[in-house]
């Protein structure tokens, strides 16, 4: 997790647990959603998330472990919104409509930000053999 006030991880020895994890879910919740989808894939029933800062803020070499969390792959799979259902329905989607071209081909997958409407939506662009030869050719 990443510490964004320098003393929260210290100062809330008592008050540890569910609190501070609601606070993390709420700067790092694509990270959360991220290990509980891996925990989810995995087959992982229990996640152990520990909190850590730093000793001194000055030196990135030495760390004290303020604590352990426990908590269940389903609890933060609920608590993130995540929908295991509309997940595998949306990689069904694209699964299907890369089988309906019928020929051996690169995609890439883009999701795409709704500038006019609040919707993102994914799109699958079919490209070319020679695009990413010309990527290789190109300098950094």
Not at 132 to 139: R, V
Request: a positive charge; glycine letters at 4%.
């Amino acid at each position: 997790m990443n510490e964004f006030d320098k003393n929260s991880y210290l100062n809330k020895e008592s008050n540890f647990g569910a609190s501070l994890l609601k606070k993390e879910l709420q700067n790092n919740h694509l990270k959360l959603t991220k290990w509980g989808i891996n925990c989810y894939l995995a087959g992982v029933n229990k996640m152990k998330i520990a909190f850590v800062t730093r000793k001194n803020l000055k030196e990135n070499n030495e760390h004290l472990i303020s604590g352990f969390y426990d908590i269940n792959t389903s609890d933060i799979l609920k608590v993130t919104n995540f929908n295991k259902n509309i997940a595998w329905g949306i990689l069904n989607e694209i699964i299907n409509a890369v089988k309906r071209t019928k020929e051996d081909a690169t995609f890439i997958l883009m999701k795409t930000l709704g500038t006019t409407t609040a919707k993102s939506m994914l799109k699958l662009y079919k490209v070319p053999e020679s695009y990413f030869k010309n990527l290789e050719n190109m300098d950094d």
